[in-house]
């Protein structure tokens, strides 16, 4: 309570001072605060969370929905492997690699590519971005997904980069649903 009295008594006497440094601290801040560009998207799946999970988290998960060749060492610090070119090989040219950053089993998943196939054009870009899997039990049956991907800036090249991931991310999500389809239909 003295303290706060002595704070109080402080500003009184400096107001215009204080007054100057709240504002210039505040416009300060304001100014250094980026706008948002994030990717987001929100994906409801026909399948309980443990599934979804086990999709995302397993070799033979993402062999059913991710790409022809596809592996995964998941623990922090493992990598997600996939190379859409059927006839390539895991770790060639074609290879895209994904570093797990953090997961809190079946509610959150964090990536950030750090490997890119050859040619691919938004790579310098790509190297400042991560996305952030959340999945939500909506029933025992239906689970959602939101993608959250961030490091975006307001660069034509990240721009581009984000146009190209919302489609991107939209097909991934059809690709899970139709495996979850498929996995019915077979049962």
């Known amino acids: ?9 402080i500003i009184k006497s400096n107001w ?22 994030r990717v987001e998207g929100v994906f409801e799946v026909d399948a309980n969370i443990g599934d979804v999970w086990q ?18 060492d ?40 750090t490997g890119f196939p050859a040619g691919f054009e938004f790579e310098d870009v790509a190297k400042e971005t991560w996305s952030i899997f959340y999945f939500e039990a909506i029933d025992v049956s239906i689970t959602k997904i939101t993608i959250v991907g961030l490091g975006y800036n307001d660069t034509e090249q990240s721009q581009k980069m984000r146009s190209f991931f919302k489609p991107a991310n939209e097909y991934s999500m059809s690709q899970l649903k139709a495996s979850f389809k498929k996995k019915t239909v077979n049962e």
């Open 55 to 72: 999709a995302f988290t397993t070799t033979e998960g993402l062999q059913s929905w991710v790409a022809p060749l596809v592996d995964i």
């Open 74 to 113: 998941f623990r922090v610090g493992g990598k997600w492997r996939a190379n859409y070119n059927a006839d390539g090989v895991l770790g060639d040219q074609d290879t895209i690699v994904n570093t797990i950053l953090s997961y809190d089993p079946q509610r959150m998943l964090s990536l950030k590519a």
């Open 1 to 9: 309570m003295v303290l706060n009295m002595y704070m109080l008594a």
């Open 16 to 37: 215009r001072k204080t007054t100057s440094i709240i504002l210039a601290t505040f416009l300060a801040c304001g100014s250094a605060v980026a706008e948002d560009y």
